[in-house]
């Protein structure tokens, strides 16, 4: 499928998302928070530059996806399945991707999710719609926009990064992100997946605005979600401990994804550090992914689809790794036994 849009590759929402629905009878809805990673089109629906207009990849299993809140069609006996929150660009952080214009923040994300509550206490009463929320599978996969297009951004960033430290920083974006969680968790979510930030100091865009890298990674950028990373575990930690009857599980894709990029070769890749759409530059990773970029003979054999995210091939073995991964991967169950959890 020649998909030129570089909102379109999911690690959740869609490869995955399907899998579940097959694998777990006992899940009655699936509802998806995010950012471009898992974005199925919410940004069409506002002025944006930051678009998901191709149908998604990742369609394996034949269910269909998680609709996006804003769609039209978004609406009766559909939402009883769940809905796509997500929204390129957004993040943690309201102030997060303000070059985008519009993006829907986890904050709206949430409010968003409110209106979809409400309406399934309307048609179900308030026992068995909390019931379906407290059965249903929620994934988060929010926060790398907070360090691009955020802390990280070009030029714009630069008194920011001088003025606050990147401890400072990523104690601010935890502390906010916790507040959402628990949000959340009050409205009624219990198995909550909580994707971690990946390896962004490895992607095009990142190793073309820091040549001093070279070949390899850029070191701060990376840095920075270990930082938040870290952090973040002990969150999913702490909220186990004190929200009664939560599941929140820590998907770590930072190091499923560096292990992708550094072993590529064995996992059938013959590119791990160059975009498939590429926009110019020595990584193909300048210029978004359109119309007119110029797609690689076969993207199966890149990690990266675009300057920014993974390709298709690169998130089935992401989501198959936290479908059936260890405790190294995915904690403190794997998604499989978070879909069989009662």
Not at 119 to 146: C, H, P, Q, W
């Amino acid at each position: 499928m020649d998909n030129l849009s570089c909102y379109m590759l999911v690690i959740l929402g869609v490869v995955l998302q399907n899998l579940m629905f097959c694998l777990a009878e006992n899940v009655t809805a699936n509802f998806v928070f995010g950012d471009s990673l898992v974005d199925v089109g919410n940004n069409n629906y506002i002025p944006s530059l930051s678009k998901a207009n191709f149908y998604p990849n990742g369609q394996e299993v034949g269910f269909n996806f998680t609709p996006p809140y804003l769609a039209p069609t978004t609406s009766g006996p559909v939402v009883l399945q769940g809905v796509n929150y997500a929204s390129g660009g957004g993040g943690i952080l309201n102030g997060t991707g303000k070059i985008f214009g519009g993006r829907i923040n986890m904050d709206a994300q949430l409010d968003n999710f409110a209106n979809t509550r409400q309406y399934i206490i309307t048609r179900l009463g308030e026992a068995d719609a909390m019931k379906l929320l407290e059965n249903a599978l929620f994934s988060v996969t929010m926060g790398s926009n907070d360090f691009i297009n955020n802390y990280l951004t070009p030029v714009l960033s630069t008194a920011k990064q001088l003025t606050v430290p990147p401890e400072k920083f990523v104690g601010a974006v935890i502390f906010k992100y916790k507040i959402q969680l628990t949000r959340l968790y009050n409205m009624g979510a219990r198995k909550i997946i909580v994707v971690n930030v990946g390896p962004i100091g490895c992607i095009p865009y990142q190793r073309e605005i820091n040549p001093s890298a070279g070949n390899k990674c850029v070191n701060f950028p990376n840095e920075l979600a270990q930082l938040f990373n870290n952090q973040l575990r002990i969150l999913v930690t702490q909220l186990n401990s004190k929200l009664i009857g939560s599941k929140f599980v820590y998907a770590d894709v930072y190091e499923i994804v560096r292990d992708i990029i550094q072993n590529y070769s064995s996992y059938g890749f013959e590119s791990a550090n160059s975009a498939c759409c590429s926009g110019g530059g020595r990584f193909g990773g300048i210029i978004p992914c359109g119309p007119s970029s110029k797609i690689c003979a076969d993207r199966s054999k890149y990690v990266f689809w675009d300057p920014y995210h993974p390709s298709d091939a690169a998130n089935i073995v992401v989501a198959k790794r936290l479908l059936d991964g260890k405790s190294a991967e995915i904690w403190p169950m794997n998604v499989r036994q978070l879909l069989a959890s009662s």
